[in-house]
């Protein structure tokens, strides 16, 4: 089983749609987990972290859920340039993992 | 402010030659220091991670390596290359401990012919 499993997609949804990504993780004593966003050919960049509690960045809302061991990511009113792929991101004292990634169009 | 440096962008190499890809990391001491391949299309695959010098994980048994001979400085290493080691490579670097996020340096393209 791999460490972080994510759906790989691609999900193509309308402008102003509302879209959700889940991940799972393997791994109980995992601590930290994030989300970041990739644009085509370049660096993965931090999207967000992921609290316990949940919060909230503008559209973007992500949930952890330790008890079942996944967390989500929901996107909302989506918008063109929200096109990327989204990985999740667990990170548990030495090592971070990345998992595949979630692609996501938005279009018109 | 911490920045980190990867070189060269890009990259095309005969099949058998070597490589070597460096990153460095500036205004943080003491960093994790990750080496991950991304091939077309595909997630990001941890190679090799450091949390000290000459401390190095391998996560994937092939033909590459990774040395970490000064603090913020890891290297990635290869005598022979393959047609399958084409790839995306990112050098990345975070701070232990929660919540601490990574951060990527622009990454290598490398394309073995």
């Known amino acids: 089983r791999k460490e972080v499993e994510q759906d790989p997609g691609p999900f193509n949804v309308p402008e102003g749609a509302t879209v959700a990504f889940n991940c799972t993780y393997s791994n109980s004593a995992s601590q930290s987990f994030f989300w970041y966003r990739q644009d085509c050919r370049k660096e993965p960049k931090l999207l967000m972290s992921?609290?316990?509690s949940g919060n909230e960045d503008g559209r973007f809302t992500a949930q952890l859920n330790r008890a079942s061991q996944y967390i989500s990511l929901l996107i909302r009113d989506s918008k063109l340039s929200d096109s990327a792929t989204y990985l999740c991101v667990v990170t548990g004292g030495f090592k971070t993992i990345f998992g595949a990634g979630t692609r996501l169009f938005v279009k018109a | 402010s911490q920045t980190i440096h990867q070189w060269p962008a890009t990259l095309v190499q005969p099949v058998g030659s070597p490589l070597s890809l460096e990153c460095t990391v500036e205004g943080t001491s003491n960093p994790n220091l990750y080496w991950y391949r991304q091939a077309a299309g595909r997630g990001l695959q941890l190679l090799f991670y450091?949390?000290?010098?000459?401390?190095i994980s391998s996560e994937v048994p092939q033909n590459l390596s990774a040395s970490r001979p000064q603090d913020r400085q890891f290297i990635l290493s290869s005598k022979k290359l393959l047609l399958s080691d084409s790839g995306f490579y990112l050098c990345?670097?975070?701070?232990?401990?929660?919540?601490?996020?990574?951060?990527f340096g622009q990454g290598t393209r490398l394309t073995v012919v």
């Open positions: 992921v609290y316990s």
């Open positions: 450091s949390v000290g010098i000459g401390q």
């Open positions: 990345a670097w975070s701070l232990y401990g929660v919540n601490t996020e990574a951060f």
